[in-house]
């Protein structure tokens, strides 16, 4: 089954397109490739991660997610200037929250997580927290000139006082350093997690009680997921970035996520379908550990 306009739905050949109203996860493919600085593909990442989940089971081998219902929405308007496009991002996420849904982006690269935030903010709220898994800190100031980069996305977040809290991170630059001290963002890098097998960690008695979830498909090891632009080696494994993710929502009530900087390979699609269990598999994870 197809979207308005032609867009695979998620898991179309197993479920039928729900009205929006009967479904709690909202899929949103945000098409949007503008600052990647190294590999491109960013922009194909969505239409192959729904066209890879006709291949899915309904049943995640723990639960059956689509069971809460699954939404996918036309794609994101991302033609325009980046202030533009995280306008309209926003606005198809300000729309699913006041509708009582969970968003879930599917990019796309980084930047649009912002676009997403915005979209709660506008929404009106405002006490929650971000948890990132990614290879890059994202912290930059600014990167080659532009403010709405894949680079400095979470200098956005913290920028607007919201708590951060990142996992796996393994390239950053000093400015960045100086970010995390300066906006007080939490950490556990690649080092301290992958080396010991981390599966489980604390947040802070002090982080937000709900959380919104970004996971940059780079934060998982190469070996994995060689399909995106930036990949870096030495990145969490499968289960681990499930556990990590189940770790979050066991103390948090998740309010939303998003799974960016998918590069399809043409070729490859094990990858493709890689990406697309895993944004079934963190349904699932927010299915059995719903709070709220």
Not at 93 to 110: C, D, F, Q
Not at 248 to 267: S, T
């Amino acid at each position: 089954m197809l979207s308005e306009n032609d867009f695979p739905i998620f898991l179309g050949s197993e479920i039928e397109q729900p009205k929006a109203e009967d479904a709690f996860f909202h899929v949103v493919p945000i098409p949007y490739e503008e600052t990647v600085s190294y590999g491109g593909g960013t922009g194909k990442g969505p239409a192959a991660i729904l066209e890879a989940s006709w291949q899915l089971e309904t049943f995640d081998n723990f639960s059956s997610p689509c069971e809460l219902g699954i939404y996918t929405r036309s794609p994101v308007n991302v033609s325009g200037a980046p202030e533009q496009v995280m306008d309209n991002i926003a606005a198809a996420t300000r729309e699913i929250l006041e509708a009582g849904k969970m968003p879930v982006g599917i990019g796309g690269e980084h930047s649009v997580t912002w676009g997403v935030i915005k979209g709660y903010l506008d929404a009106g709220i405002e006490d929650f927290g971000v948890v990132q898994i990614d290879a890059h800190a994202d912290l930059r100031d600014r990167y080659e000139g532009q403010k709405h980069s894949h680079a400095s996305v979470m200098r956005l977040v913290v920028e607007a006082g919201i708590p951060l809290f990142q996992l796996g991170i393994r390239a950053y630059c000093e400015e960045e350093m100086g970010a995390r001290d300066k906006y007080g963002v939490h950490y556990l890098d690649a080092h301290q997690l992958v080396p010991t097998n981390v599966q489980e960690f604390e947040l802070p008695a002090d982080f937000p009680s709900k959380v919104f979830f970004t996971l940059d498909v780079d934060g998982i090891d190469p070996s994995v997921f060689p399909s995106t632009g930036t990949p870096v080696p030495g990145g969490l494994g499968w289960y681990q970035t499930l556990n990590l993710f189940e770790s979050v929502a066991k103390q948090r009530q998740i309010i939303g996520f998003d799974l960016l900087e998918f590069a399809p390979i043409e070729g490859f699609h094990a990858y493709d379908f890689a990406a697309a269990q895993l944004l079934y598999k963190l349904m699932g994870i927010v299915q059995r550990n719903r709070k709220g």
